[in-house]
């Protein structure tokens, strides 16, 4: 625990803040820094003796002894008035008294609290009450009696203690074995910052008991605690991404910048002074690779990838957008590190903010202020078709570290597309037949794609698989050539579209591709026409 929340907690004890709330699912472990606070003299002057309320066990004093009759709140509420100490009393189950939505609390709990918060202030004696509960439920007749104190989630050194504690215990024991070196335990404890030290125990534990061996293929085992806390949160998609870098065709420039960014959120990274990357903005041509590189990215760094639907923002009550807003952010930042994916960004913050009473511009606000500022290791992954319709000051460097423009593949490119394409189609022997994916092969179906986009080389595939299913036979050349013919890419019913996002490009962006991979042969996606500027990274 920082010494952040003891400080403030002694700060507004010697305060004598009547009544304070602490939003925490970690009980035990707020009840100690509470306790610890408490009776620490160099901290608060005058030592406070701490008693607990909870449902079942009642009012507990320090003595640990439980006093009869204390059940009720409103009883517990009457004895907290006639306390003659200094003491702090943690009340651990009265939130159910307070209301939810669209239901109001007990008239008579909320009305005690306030009679409470009225005598304390002016008693003789110091004495604070101090609500804990996983939910925050504070009654609009109270908002200006208590004072929330923020308990932050276990940081990382807490976690390391905890993974390295249970190692040790088991390593004992001689029945497992560990294969973790000191810079692969960092990244363990990384990956469960934003779990409590409940969680966290129970995801290492889970690791452990897998298969006896404890290793770096233990570390979605991690990921899986955090997708159940991404899940219950709601406003964040936990996604599989199932592929890697090695999979994406091409947009070699773009490979080489991330790879160089792969565990820079790791300590070593901040031995050279290095922040933790922003994140990078990917726009151009649909089908050619920037929603499969943001899944890319998250399996290659072996971090969870959160797709972020900006439409789930807009929804609800009148003022829920912004706390949707805030609720996403802190779930991600939980999370973290992390990739958060925001997919087709320009669909939820356009340019144009007119006709919605402004939420939409305070919504981008703060997205745009948490994008600016963050400190936690969340790299964000934009992707975006319309680039134009973006506000400018989303494109501005602070914001991303990189905005990248993927373009048409080049004939090398499209070499690399067709080889992933076909080799993940053709493993299942009733496809492959007698199909020799040769060279000769390759360069012929490169050749006659000329202007295709990634998705649309894939679906060439698909639809050649289609047209072999249908004979009950395996696919043939002729196959993929038919489709080939039949199908009008997107280069030809979009052409003055895509003239101009490359003329958009041109000056403001960073080709994806790489220089070496430019074919003077390859027609209208060679270098002269191309949009964004070629680059090495």
């Known amino acids: 625990m920082s010494r952040g929340f003891r400080a403030q907690l002694a700060q507004l004890l010697k305060a004598r803040v009547p009544i304070l709330y602490i939003e925490s699912h970690?009980?035990?472990?707020?009840l100690a820094e509470i306790v610890a606070t408490a009776r620490d003299d160099a901290l608060?002057?005058?030592?406070?003796?701490?008693?607990?309320?909870?449902?079942?066990?009642?009012?507990?004093?320090?003595?640990?002894?439980?006093?009869?009759?204390?059940?009720?709140?409103?009883?517990?509420?009457?004895?907290?008035?006639?306390?003659?100490?200094?003491?702090?009393?943690?009340?651990?189950?009265?939130?159910?008294?307070?209301?939810?939505a669209g239901r109001p609390g007990n008239p008579e709990v909320v009305r005690r609290l306030r009679d409470v918060a009225a005598a304390l202030k002016s008693g003789p004696v110091p004495r604070t009450l101090i609500l804990v509960s996983p939910v925050l439920r504070i009654p609009p007749e109270l908002d200006r009696d208590v004072t929330i104190v923020d308990f932050p989630l276990p940081t990382e050194r807490e976690i390391r203690v905890v993974l390295d504690s249970l190692i040790a215990a088991n390593v004992t024991s001689g029945r497992i074995q560990i294969d973790l070196d000191d810079v692969a335990r960092e990244r363990f404890a990384k990956a469960a910052v934003g779990l409590t030290l409940h969680e966290a125990e129970n995801a290492f534990a889970r690791a452990i008991v897998n298969d006896g061996v404890l290793d770096m293929r233990d570390l979605s085992v991690v990921h899986e605690e955090k997708r159940q806390a991404v899940r219950k949160a709601g406003l964040l998609e936990f996604v599989d991404a199932g592929i890697d870098l090695a999979d994406v065709g091409g947009l070699e420039t773009l490979k080489r910048w991330l790879a160089k960014r792969d565990g820079a959120w790791l300590a070593a990274a901040g031995e050279y002074g290095l922040p933790a990357p922003r994140g990078i903005l990917i726009t151009g041509i649909p089908?050619?690779?920037?929603?499969?590189?943001?899944k890319a990215v998250a399996a290659t760094w072996?971090?969870?990838?959160?797709?972020?639907?900006?439409?789930?923002?807009?929804?609800?009550?009148?003022?829920?957008?912004e706390q949707n807003l805030r609720t996403a952010i802190r779930t991600a930042e939980a999370t973290s590190p992390c990739?958060?994916?925001?997919?087709?960004?320009?669909?939820?913050?356009?340019?144009?903010?007119?006709?919605?009473?402004?939420?939409?511009?305070?919504?981008?606000?703060?997205?745009?202020?948490?994008?600016?500022?963050?400190?936690r290791p969340v790299f964000v992954i934009a992707t975006a078709n319309n680039i134009e319709g973006l506000p400018p000051e989303l494109l501005r460097k602070g914001r991303f570290d990189e905005v990248f423009?993927?373009?048409?593949?080049?004939?090398?490119?499209?070499?690399?597309?067709?080889?992933?394409?076909?080799?993940?189609?053709?493993?299942?022997?009733?496809?492959?037949?007698?199909?020799?994916?040769?060279?000769?092969?390759?360069?012929?179906?490169?050749?006659?794609?000329?202007?295709?986009?990634?998705?649309?080389?894939?679906?060439?595939?698909?639809?050649?698989?289609?047209?072999?299913?249908?004979?009950?036979?395996?696919?043939?050349?002729?196959?993929l050539i038919r489709a080939i013919a039949n199908m009008v890419p997107l280069s030809v019913t979009q052409a003055e579209r895509i003239g101009a996002l490359r003329a958009w490009a041109s000056t403001r962006a960073v080709a994806a591709t790489a220089a070496e991979d430019w074919d003077s042969g390859a027609g209208f996606t060679g270098p002269s026409t191309s949009g964004g500027r070629v680059v090495e990274f």
Not at 287 to 294: R, V, W, Y
Not at 451 to 466: H, R
């Open 26 to 30: 970690e009980e035990q472990r707020v």
């Open 44 to 100: 608060v002057r005058t030592p406070r003796a701490v008693w607990t309320w909870s449902a079942t066990e009642g009012l507990v004093g320090p003595d640990g002894a439980a006093r009869s009759g204390t059940a009720n709140p409103a009883a517990v509420l009457d004895a907290v008035l006639r306390f003659d100490d200094a003491c702090v009393v943690v009340l651990r189950d009265l939130h159910p008294h307070l209301g939810s």
């Open 287 to 294: 089908g050619c690779g920037k929603s499969l590189t943001a």
């Open 302 to 321: 072996e971090l969870p990838l959160l797709r972020f639907d900006i439409g789930r923002v807009f929804a609800g009550l009148v003022g829920s957008s």
């Open 339 to 375: 990739v958060l994916w925001v997919d087709e960004i320009e669909k939820g913050f356009a340019a144009d903010f007119a006709g919605d009473s402004g939420t939409s511009a305070r919504v981008f606000g703060s997205f745009l202020t948490w994008m600016q500022e963050k400190t």
């Open 405 to 479: 423009f993927v373009d048409l593949p080049t004939r090398v490119e499209r070499l690399s597309i067709w080889t992933v394409h076909l080799d993940r189609r053709l493993r299942a022997p009733a496809a492959a037949g007698s199909l020799t994916v040769d060279d000769t092969l390759l360069k012929e179906l490169c050749g006659l794609t000329e202007g295709y986009s990634g998705a649309e080389i894939e679906q060439v595939v698909v639809s050649g698989l289609f047209e072999a299913f249908a004979a009950r036979r395996p696919l043939v050349k002729e196959d």
